[in-house]
């Protein structure tokens, strides 16, 4: 499977690098493992997620009620 750069997710998904490592931490989105250079390498999925997140907030869900949302989804 092919892995994407920060920056490639970024773009795809429409939202700032920043955003993505805020994500992370919130836990909305998982922490990607690291190459061998400590670079991040997403999964592809990872772009629906976050535009999942962008169209919630967009309909005015707060982080933590989309946080419930993709913990339902998961299910």
């Known amino acids: 499977m092919s892995t994407l750069s920060i920056g490639r997710v970024a773009k795809a998904a429409g939202v700032a690098i920043d955003t993505i490592r805020y994500y992370e931490r919130e836990g ?16 592809p999925d990872v772009v ?7 169209s919630a907030k967009q309909l ?14 998961s299910h």
């Open 48 to 54: 629906r997620r976050l535009r999942f997140i962008r």
């Open 28 to 43: 909305l989105i998982p922490e990607p493992p690291r190459r061998a250079s400590g670079y991040r390498a997403y999964s």
């Open 60 to 73: 005015g869900f707060s982080l933590k009620e989309i946080g419930e949302l993709l913990e339902l989804r």
